[in-house]
C-alpha cells in the first residue's frame, strides 16, 4: 500500500535559518514525489516534483531510494515561506496519496 | 482564467440537507478528483473520474456521489449531510498519465 509519512506537524524556525521538512514513503515500485504548497487563503499548488530536479522559491528536494524519503529543504527561511507543506506520492494512473502535512511557521 | 473552479466557496447547511459543490476545469484534462480536508488539515482522496469513469471510491460513505455531465466538470452531492461532513472539499485534475494535479480554491462545508 502507498503511505506518505511526515512525521512534523508543525515546525517552527527562524528567519534566515535553515529549514528541513521531512517526508518518508511507502511504496514498492518507483513512485512519483512531489511537494505541495497550501498558502494562507489559497488554493493548493504543486511547489515541486523529484524528476525535474528542480529549485523553486530556494527549495530543493532529492529522493533518497535507500531511506525511502524525499524531504524538502531551504538553506534560507524567509517570512514568505510559512505555509502548509505536503508531500505527495503517485504510481501510475492513482490518483496523487498525501501526507498529513506540516505546517512551516517562520519567525521574523 | 481559473483553471480549476469550484462553486461555492462557502456552504453552510443544517443537518439532514441535501447539497451539491460544482467543479470545472478549463485544462483539458481527462482525470478529476475530490478530496477532504479536514480540521487538521489532513488532506484524503474521495473520489477519481477518468472518462466519465469512477475508478477509485475510498470508503467514502454512499450519501456521497460524484457526478460528471462531461469531462470538464465533476460535481459532488452529499445527501443527509451530518455534523462530520464539516469539511474542506477541494476539487482536482490531472491529464491522464500527468504529473501535476491543479486544485480548485476549496468549498468551506459547515454543518450545524
Known amino acids: 500500500a502507498q503511505r506518505v509519512t511526515q512525521p512534523e506537524k508543525l515546525l517552527s524556525v527562524f528567519k534566515g535559518a535553515p529549514v528541513e521538512l521531512k517526508c518518508n514513503y511507502s511504496y514498492s515500485g518507483s513512485p512519483e514525489l512531489f511537494w505541495y504548497v497550501q498558502y494562507s487563503r489559497q488554493r493548493l499548488q504543486l511547489l515541486l516534483r523529484h524528476i525535474s530536479r528542480e529549485s523553486i522559491k530556494g527549495f530543493t528536494a532529492d529522493l533518497n531510494k535507500g531511506e525511502t524519503s524525499f524531504h524538502l529543504k531551504k538553506p534560507f527561511a524567509q517570512e514568505e515561506d510559512s505555509a502548509m507543506y505536503y508531500c505527495a506520492l503517485q504510481s501510475g494512473n492513482t490518483p496523487l496519496v498525501f501526507g498529513k502535512g506540516t505546517r512551516l511557521s517562520v519567525i521574523a | 482564467d481559473t483553471a480549476v473552479s469550484q462553486t461555492p466557496k462557502y456552504l453552510v447547511t443544517q443537518m439532514g440537507n441535501d447539497k451539491s459543490i460544482k467543479c470545472e476545469q478549463n485544462l483539458g484534462h481527462d482525470t478529476m478528483y475530490w478530496y477532504k480536508q479536514d480540521s487538521k488539515k489532513f488532506l484524503k482522496i474521495m473520489f477519481s473520474?477518468?472518462?466519465?469513469?469512477?475508478?477509485i471510491n475510498e470508503t467514502v460513505p454512499n450519501r456521497f456521489s460524484p457526478k460528471s455531465p462531461d469531462k470538464a466538470h465533476l460535481n459532488l452531492h452529499i445527501n443527509s449531510l451530518e455534523l462530520g461532513d464539516s469539511a474542506v472539499y477541494f476539487c482536482?485534475?490531472?491529464?491522464?498519465?500527468?504529473?501535476?494535479?491543479?486544485f480548485g480554491q476549496g468549498t468551506r462545508l459547515t454543518v450545524v
Open positions: 482536482a485534475s490531472t491529464q491522464r498519465g500527468g504529473t501535476e494535479a491543479f
Open positions: 473520474y477518468n472518462n466519465k469513469e469512477l475508478i
